[in-house]
């Protein structure tokens, strides 16, 4: 049997206890379709410690370290120097997953921005690339994206990155998405591309620059048409990319090779196994 295309699931959570039982199959089961890598992603200190640790376990799993906006009520300054500490190990290649969430609310708004701003000023010093997440936050966080770039980026090791972020599963108008690639960021999509009932985002998908996008399955979330609501894994960002060849009515190969291509770059992966 032919190797199938080469993928990279640029965001997972494969530290939450929906893969405690079957983990090592999860990983394995990704790999035959041919995920090559997956971006386990933080949300708290111990989940990026979980991160760290799953990336050593498993040569196709590297790590993400950072805390959530959900997840920052109980911030404290002294976590980002743990933070920091975990992503000095080289299986780390981005700070995440940070962001705002106006939908959920679990923490005030201004809170959430100074937990944001924290790490987006903790990964320009350490010129490791953003994975933010966006939830009914479009605004807020372009104001601070945009700060960010003119205040802090530059003269930063970030600039010697082609990009310094990912608007992870992507919400936004093609407006947005000009600005965040005027910017310096990339976009991410997930499962929903795949929902029948996805119009507007489908639609809109059709129009994203295809050298700028990486796969994603939020998993355990998100999962793809037609798993939609069971648990997700990194094997199904297969379905993803298959929604977009035909989005873009190009061959499957091609949208492999490009957001492979993306992919590895964005996060600096050189050492992948094939
Ligand atoms: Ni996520």
């Given at each position: 049997?032919?190797?199938?295309?080469?993928?990279?699931?640029?965001?997972?959570?494969?530290?939450?206890?929906?893969?405690?039982?079957?983990?090592?199959?999860?990983?394995?089961?990704?790999?035959?379709?041919?995920?090559?890598?997956?971006?386990?992603?933080?949300?708290?200190?111990?989940?990026?410690?979980?991160?760290?640790?799953?990336?050593?376990?498993?040569?196709?799993?590297?790590?993400?370290?950072?805390?959530?906006?959900?997840?920052?009520?109980?911030?404290?300054?002294?976590?980002?120097?743990?933070?920091?500490?975990?992503?000095?190990?080289?299986?780390?290649?981005?700070?995440?997953?940070?962001?705002?969430?106006?939908?959920?609310?679990?923490?005030?708004?201004?809170?959430?921005?100074?937990?944001?701003?924290?790490?987006?000023?903790?990964?320009?010093?350490?010129?490791?690339?953003?994975?933010?997440?966006?939830?009914?936050?479009?605004?807020?966080?372009?104001?601070?994206?945009?700060?960010?770039v003119?205040?802090r980026v530059p003269?930063?090791?970030l600039?010697?990155?082609?990009?310094?972020?990912?608007?992870?599963?992507?919400?936004?108008?093609?407006?947005?998405?000009?600005?965040?690639?005027?910017?310096?960021?990339?976009?991410?999509?997930?499962?929903?591309?795949?929902?029948?009932?996805?119009?507007?985002?489908?639609?809109?998908?059709?129009?994203?620059?295809?050298?700028?996008?990486?796969?994603?399955?939020?998993?355990?979330?998100?999962?793809?048409?037609?798993?939609?609501?069971?648990?997700?894994?990194?094997?199904?960002?297969?379905?993803?990319?298959?929604?977009?060849?035909?989005?873009?009515?190009?061959?499957?190969?091609?949208?492999?090779?490009?957001?492979?291509?993306?992919?590895?770059?964005?996060?600096?992966?050189?050492?992948?196994?094939?």
């Amino acid at each position: 049997m032919a190797t199938p295309p080469p993928l990279i699931d640029s965001h997972c959570h494969l530290d939450l206890p929906h893969f405690q039982e079957d983990r090592d199959q999860v990983v394995a089961r990704a790999r035959e379709v041919g995920v090559i890598a997956m971006v386990t992603q933080g949300v708290d200190v111990a989940s990026s410690q979980a991160a760290v640790t799953l990336a050593q376990t498993y040569p196709s799993v590297y790590a993400a370290v950072g805390i959530h906006p959900n997840d920052s009520a109980d911030f404290h300054p002294a976590m980002l120097q743990t933070i920091e500490a975990l992503a000095a190990h080289p299986r780390v290649v981005a700070i995440g997953e940070i962001g705002l969430d106006l939908y959920w609310k679990t923490t005030p708004l201004e809170h959430q921005i100074r937990v944001l701003r924290e790490q987006l000023d903790l990964a320009a010093r350490l010129g490791l690339p953003v994975v933010l997440h966006d939830r009914e936050a479009h605004e807020p966080l372009m104001a601070e994206l945009r700060a960010w770039v003119r205040e802090r980026v530059p003269g930063s090791p970030l600039t010697r990155r082609p990009w310094v972020g990912v608007l992870h599963s992507f919400s936004g108008d093609l407006a947005m998405a000009q600005e965040a690639y005027d910017l310096g960021f990339i976009l991410g999509l997930a499962g929903p591309v795949t929902f029948k009932n996805a119009r507007e985002l489908r639609a809109r998908a059709r129009h994203l620059d295809p050298h700028r996008l990486m796969l994603e399955t939020d998993a355990p979330y998100l999962s793809p048409h037609p798993y939609r609501g069971q648990r997700n894994e990194p094997m199904r960002v297969k379905w993803v990319a298959e929604a977009l060849a035909t989005l873009w009515d190009v061959p499957y190969a091609d949208v492999a090779a490009w957001t492979t291509a993306t992919a590895r770059t964005f996060f600096g992966i050189n050492d992948l196994l094939s």
